[in-house]
């Protein structure tokens, strides 16, 4: 049925304007009290051999949203009820910016695939604050915001930009997460470079904790596929150095060749990050490389390319504590989220582990076995 909708309706819309479509549909649903009810039943059955602890929370199970989606935190609990165990909203800005000139979002249909070059568009810090403490949950879930650069703010000038937003949103976040990987905002990513990224976790480390003083909020940084090795090592170090909490990897790739694209070549020549199944190797490859590093110290988030329950399993064995898709929903539809739980499930009653955490790094166990 979704994939009728999505070849005669969403196929023929502009992306951009088909996801408004179908985000305001979620939030309607989800505000009718009997319509949220039998979706949830239907669309978000719990699978309690998934549950799973992660940044101090309890989790229905390891599957998640990624930034990008709900960018001003207005449909949490319509994703909720969709099946998500965790939604991460924004990325969201010290300042409120209408993001980069349309048209900005293009579909590679053949390979599964976006390219987006949105550049962060969104209501800002202080609204989005006001949103979320205004929410009053219908449904379970944790609530992470991805914080990130205003455009317009000097490079220089960047560290004072994310504490406004930490000092604004910390206090309604389960987990905050740093965004220096986005390739949309001119300058963002050479503030993964240790040098720059070093104040920046500080800065905002000491905001989150200045602000919220009953509880510790846990901080991640989210980082893009395209760093070199040696890059990723030392992103790794000082995240366990500064006793950050996690990493989230990882974020679209400015990268096209090799990544077996078949879509219309003027269309993979289209500027941006590339997200979707092309990206899934690479990401699943930087994940390796930190479980490798960092081991249990800290909690790692794959996304990148997952859209089957077998993609979510391998980056679970991989090392992730949680996963995170974005695209493939897109390409899926709202039976997804119920598809991948009971995929895992099965893979998990399959395994030779009693639990999820059992399964974690499994791969790298065997490896040194």
Known sequence: MYGLLFREVFCRMDPEKAHHLAFSWIRRVARTPVLRTFAAAVLAPR?????????????????????????????????????????????????????????????????????????????GSAAVAARLAARRAVFRTTVGVNIGKTKAVPEGEAVADYVTSTEALAAHAHYLVVNVSSPNTPGLRNLQATEHLRPLLTAVREAADRTVTTRRVPLLVKIAPDLADEDIDAVADLAVELGLDGIIATNTTIAREGLGLTSDPALRAETGGLSGAPVSDRSLEVLRRLYARVGGQLTLVGVGGITTAEDAWRRILAGATLVQGYTAFLYEGPLWMRTVHKGLARRLEASPYATLAEAIGADHRKVTA
């Open 47 to 123: 699978h309690k051999e998934l549950r799973i602890e992660a940044l101090g929370r309890r989790m229905h199970g390891p599957f998640g949203l990624a930034a990008g989606f709900d960018k001003n935190a207005e449909g949490i609990d319509g994703l909720a009820m969709l099946g998500f165990d965790h939604v991460e909203v924004g990325t969201v800005t010290g300042r409120a910016q209408p993001g980069n000139s349309r048209k900005r979002l293009f579909r590679l249909v053949g390979d599964r695939a976006l390219i987006n070059r949105m550049g962060f568009n969104n209501e």
